[in-house]
Each structure stands twice: as C-alpha cells, then as structure tokens.
C-alpha cells in the first residue's frame, strides 16, 4: 500500500524561510507534487520531482529523494499570502498511475 | 485558461437524499477525478475515469457512483445520502501528470 506522512502545522515569520518535509512509502513510484490549497479555495500545482535533486521556481524549491523515500518544500521570503496547506502527493504506478495525497501541512506566516 | 468548474458550492442536503455532483472541464483531458477532504485525513480518491463511459473505483467508493457520458463532465452520485458523507468534494482533471482541481463543493447532510 501507500504512506504519505507530513507534519500537521507549522509557523514561520514573515521574510523567513521555512521547509516543509514529507516522507512516502509506495510500490511504483512515479513523481511526487506539491500542491497549494488556501482555505476554501482549490489545490494549486507548485512543483513536480521525478528524479533526485533539487527543483527551483522562484521563492519555492522543492527536492527529492527517491532513496530515502522523502521530499521537502522549502519557501523563502516567506509572504503572508503563503499561509495555506501544502499537500504531497505521489503518483504511483501500481495504482492505475493515480496520486496518494499526505493530509496536508497548514503553514501559518506571522508578522 | 484552464478551468475545472463544479455545480454548487455548498450544498446542504437531508439524510436519504439522492445527490448530484456535477463536473466539467474545457481542456479535453482524458482523465478525471472525484475526491473528498476531510481534516487530518487529506484528499481521499472516490472515483476516476480515464475515458467516456468508463470508471474505476478508487480508495472510498462505497455510498457513491459516477457516471461519465460527455468527455467533459464527470458526475457524482450519493445514491442515498448519509451524514458520513459531509465533506468536501474536489473534482479534477489531467492530461499528463498535473491535476487541475474545481473549486469543490461543499456538502452538508443533516
């Protein structure tokens, strides 16, 4: 089967920077996202990892490792418009190539 | 611009009720999704569907059904509304590998 696991809060400052860590566990490993949903709105697609290493948009980066089965999206120059969840999810090959969502992180940016 | 767009909102129905949940999207994917979210449980697959006609069970199908008979639109169905069906409902699509939500509905079943 499959296991995303992911803290359930954090809290940063604004203008801090701040990483979010998620660990997976899955048979046919196929890509792991992050997503960005605020409160009542829809997830939005922030990055994609299939191989190892580091991927850099902007303020946001995200890295994998497929090894250790665990990924982490790290925010820079935090803004308070990045107060959301951030969700991880793996796609998985064994699994008709759908994604397995973590229950999300709920990451609140103080003044 | 991409969009993935549902019924309702919110939706508040009585314990019993026959519910639909509609979905359409305008980019021509192939693939569409039913999921729920609930606090601390994260997005739960229900449904899926990969072409006109056909569906796939996902994670949490029992109490639920779907029906897809135009590419676009993607229905779902609580054929009998229970109070453990309270949640909210994101819908979604993909071509490749990123998934494009609706803005969910949120339902009540009193």
């Known amino acids: 089967g499959q296991n995303i696991d992911q803290p359930t809060e954090m809290t940063a400052t604004e203008g801090a920077i701040v990483q979010i860590n998620c660990t997976y566990q899955?048979?046919?490993?196929?890509?792991l996202f992050w997503y960005q949903q605020h409160a009542g709105e829809a997830p939005t697609f922030l990055s994609y990892?299939?191989?190892?290493g580091l991927e850099e948009k902007g303020r946001f980066s995200s890295f994998l490792s497929r090894s250790k089965g665990y990924s982490y999206l790290l925010l820079k120059e935090l803004q308070m418009k990045d107060s959301a969840s951030y969700l991880c999810?793996?796609?998985?090959?064994?699994?008709?190539?759908?994604?397995?969502f973590g229950p999300g992180t709920r990451l609140s940016v103080l003044p | 611009d991409v969009k993935v767009t549902q019924s309702s909102r919110y939706l508040v129905k009585r314990t019993g009720e026959k519910v639909f949940l509609e979905c359409v999207q305008d980019?021509?994917?192939?693939?569409m999704f039913w999921y729920r979210q609930d606090p601390g449980l994260g997005l739960r697959l229900i449904y899926f569907?990969?072409?006109?006609?056909?569906?796939e069970k996902g994670d949490i199908p029992e109490g639920y059904s779907v029906s897809r008979e135009k590419k676009e639109r993607f229905s779902l169905i609580l054929e009998s509304a229970s109070t453990n069906q309270t949640s909210m409902y994101l819908c979604?699509?993909?071509?490749?590998?990123?998934?494009?939500f609706g803005p969910g509905t949120r339902l009540t079943v009193l």
């Open positions: 979604a699509s993909s071509f490749f590998y990123e998934q494009f």
């Open positions: 899955t048979s046919g490993f196929n890509g």
């Open positions: 990892n299939v191989l190892d």
């Open positions: 999810a793996v796609r998985d090959q064994n699994y008709g190539q759908n994604f397995v």
């Open positions: 980019m021509d994917h192939e693939n």
């Open positions: 569907s990969y072409d006109v006609k056909m569906k």
